[in-house]
């Protein structure tokens, strides 16, 4: 952001530091320090931490501008300390300022929820427009900076993109394997895509022999000028991308929601909330929750094919069957029941540690089981599917009785 915006130089570089690199660095450290909170979290035993605490102050749109203002005044001192040429302190308040929005907003397009209210109100907004690790997206980002490197560069562009491109397509294989893993997978289809995506761009904008021996002749001044537009070419079209990725999103889940809303209609369900979420790996799976009173429906969808939830186009409610209208798709769907209400349950939902989840669970399961004569209550969210087989969801919380009602155990189930 910080080359595509506003015209920073590389973190790393041979040159001292100047005013351009201190831009690019002020951007970086806004853009990461509302992970600041995680320090927090090292140094506790508090386990529910990871849903009381990460993502709330530091990812507040209400202290964003305090902290801005405070890391502005620190770079401007340690700059006068190093005799550093920097940029003034109200830009700096502004580049820190963009630099934490962006972060606070690629975690609201999430599904786990960011407390950008804090401390005015502690609730969790999610969009739900990407999965929270979205390889593509990450490409998008990625891709087009190590490019502007590759190309800055002319007589080492050839040696360079040979070489990433070879470091790229491993990755895109390595990351259908974790796929399949977790039963995300990618088609065959999709990764040959992916590979000729990333050959256009690695190797069909190799800069020519004459460009190179132009570069090469050319006067210092004018190579830096040349890197510096290399770099915010590159960035612009990164960051163009990434916006248009995200209104793809936008109109994605708008189109799942929708036929989340017309499963709940056509089964009259009685609805007390619903979401459509994002699945890896790409835009079309989404994942469709419906909570009612008895428990969570689940229906996964995939955008790319009809869907089973409309009527099928020339149908006609009100009269007789003609026999020649075209077979709906079969419908498909989970349903987790919540337990019965038992003593035991009761005396879970009493713990503060169980107020705390279920005040983050947003759709929520309760399960009650026996182990070895010892109850056992687990609340799952539904939102954190079974990714690995044989494991327990992620966000389920466990809580171990003794037959006298007495709290033996309790935490994230492992």
Known sequence: MAKALFNGDDLFASRPMNRQRIVTWSTMLGAIFPDADVLRELLSHDDLLIISWHR??????????IFALLLAGLTRWVARWRKWDAPSFVVLTGIYAAGILSHILLDLVTSFGTMVWSPLRWSRPAWDLIFIVDFTFTGILLVPQILAWVQEHPEKARRRAIALFAIFVLAIFVIQRIADAVGAPISSASVFLFVLILAGFFLLTLP????????????????????????????????????????????AHHSALSRVKNFAAMQKLDVQSLGALPMPPSLWRWDGLIQTAGGVYEIRMDLSQKSPFE?????????????????????????????????????????????????FDRFPVTRYHEEAGEPIVEFSDMRFPRMWRGRTPSFTYRIRFDPSGKVLEQGWAK
């Open 311 to 359: 009527a099928p186009s020339g149908a006609n409610s009100s009269g007789p069957s003609t026999g020649n209208q075209p077979e709906r798709p079969a419908i498909e769907y989970r349903f987790y029941p919540e337990a019965s209400p038992n003593v035991y349950i009761e005396a879970a939902k009493e713990l503060p540690q169980v107020q705390k989840v279920l005040w």
């Open 208 to 251: 020519t022999a004459e460009k190179v021996q132009r570069s090469q002749s050319s006067d210092p001044a004018a190579q830096d000028q040349a890197r510096t537009n290399i770099r915010s070419r590159w960035n612009q079209f990164g960051l163009a991308c990434a916006c248009l990725y995200l209104g793809l999103a936008v109109l």
């Open 56 to 65: 709330s102050i530091t990812h507040s749109l209400v202290c964003l501008p």
